[in-house]
């Protein structure tokens, strides 16, 4: 397999060693998912017609849990940056809860004429709490998205939300204005 990539494929296998040796954390589940997403690469440049060559391959030749667990939830909304050994996932707040992660981006969502963090700025103390049970729901979706990460918390709002919220976020939180 080396000599073959290294006699047809010399450039893309030098470009893959390089990536690999630039990956900080490196487990079994990285490993996997990086030369998954490399033999893909090159079956697509081999046929153009192999959406997966892993479908090509007989059923024994893989274990089944570790296929099962990679296509199904891992390798799905995820992008695994190589180089810095980064795995980010792109999920809903209930896809995520009950599991922790170093660091979330939460969006701001708009539902029924008003955002569900505009519906928690009375847990801050800025503004009346609404009596439909849809700020109770907003209330427990931002605990559960906003408790996820064990580093870092991104949270995006948009800036009529962030006004309105009259400067309750400025002492705790590091605010980047990127607005142009």
């Known amino acids: 397999m080396k000599?073959?990539?290294?006699?047809e494929y010399q450039d893309i296998y030098r470009q893959w060693i390089y990536e690999l040796s630039?990956?900080?954390?490196?487990?079994?589940?990285?490993?996997?998912?990086?030369?998954?997403?490399?033999?893909?690469?090159?079956?697509?440049?081999?046929?153009?017609?192999?959406?997966?060559?892993?479908t090509c391959l007989p059923e024994h030749f893989l274990d089944k849990d570790v296929v099962v667990s990679q296509t199904e939830k891992k390798e799905k909304n995820v992008f695994i940056d190589s180089i810095r050994g980064r795995r980010i996932e792109f999920d809903t707040i209930h896809g995520v809860k009950?599991?922790?992660?170093?660091?979330?981006?939460?969006?701001?969502?708009d539902r029924q004429g008003a955002s569900d963090l505009n519906r928690i700025l009375p847990y801050y103390g800025v503004g009346?709490?609404?009596?439909?049970n849809l700020f109770d729901y907003s209330r427990k979706l931002a605990y559960v998205g906003m408790s996820r990460p064990k580093k870092l918390l991104c949270v995006a709002m948009q800036a009529k939300t962030y006004e309105k919220s009259k400067g309750?976020?400025?002492?705790?939180?590091?605010?980047?204005?990127?607005?142009?």
């Not at 000599?3 to 006699?7: M, R, V």
């Not at 309750?168 to 142009?180: A, G, H």
């Open 168 to 180: 309750v976020f400025t002492d705790d939180w590091e605010i980047i204005d990127l607005r142009e």
């Open 3 to 7: 000599k073959l990539l290294d006699d």
């Open 22 to 54: 630039g990956v900080q954390n490196f487990d079994r589940e990285t490993a996997d998912c990086f030369i998954r997403q490399k033999i893909n690469e090159l079956s697509k440049i081999m046929t153009a017609q192999t959406e997966d060559i892993f």
């Open 128 to 132: 009346k709490l609404g009596k439909s």
């Open 98 to 109: 009950g599991e922790t992660h170093d660091a979330t981006l939460y969006l701001e969502t």
